[in-house]
């Protein structure tokens, strides 16, 4: 088993950056695949971004390609959210979860681990 804990959200002007991290503890990060999550007021949770095992392959959602990317440092065992550009509409609860399966995946029901979230609020 594996315990997330995400940081680094925080209240930032629309145009501006933040980076959230996902420590893990419990066990080693490397042998999960993990993905970014976010859930707005009155809305799903949603997908936002995906990584490998090793960090070769990752996903976006639509929505964020160009202006997120995901990494991860398997020596420290944390995941990054880098996010540029940010619009109000990211405002939202942000959510690393760990997946057991090897190939990344947008489906948060294939999750198998969650952290308990971290506020972003762009405002405008």
């Known amino acids: 088993q594996v315990q997330l804990v995400e940081s680094g959200g925080g209240l930032v002007q629309a145009g501006g950056s933040l980076r959230l991290s996902c420590a893990a503890s419990g066990r080693t990060l490397s042998m999960y695949s993990m993905g970014w999550f976010r859930q707005a007021p009155g809305k799903e949770r949603e997908f936002v971004a995906g990584?490998?095992?090793?960090?070769?392959?990752?996903r976006y959602a639509d929505s964020v390609k160009g202006r997120f990317t995901i990494s991860r440092d398997n020596a420290k065992n944390t995941g990054f959210l880098q996010m540029n550009s940010l619009k109000p509409e990211d405002t939202a609860v942000y959510y690393c979860?760990?997946?057991?399966?090897?190939?990344?995946?947008?489906?948060?029901?294939?999750?198998?681990?969650w952290g308990q979230g971290t506020q972003v609020t762009v405002s405008s």
């Open positions: 979860a760990a997946n057991r399966d090897a190939p990344v995946t947008i489906t948060r029901e294939r999750y198998d681990y």
């Open positions: 990584i490998s095992r090793s960090g070769d392959s990752t």
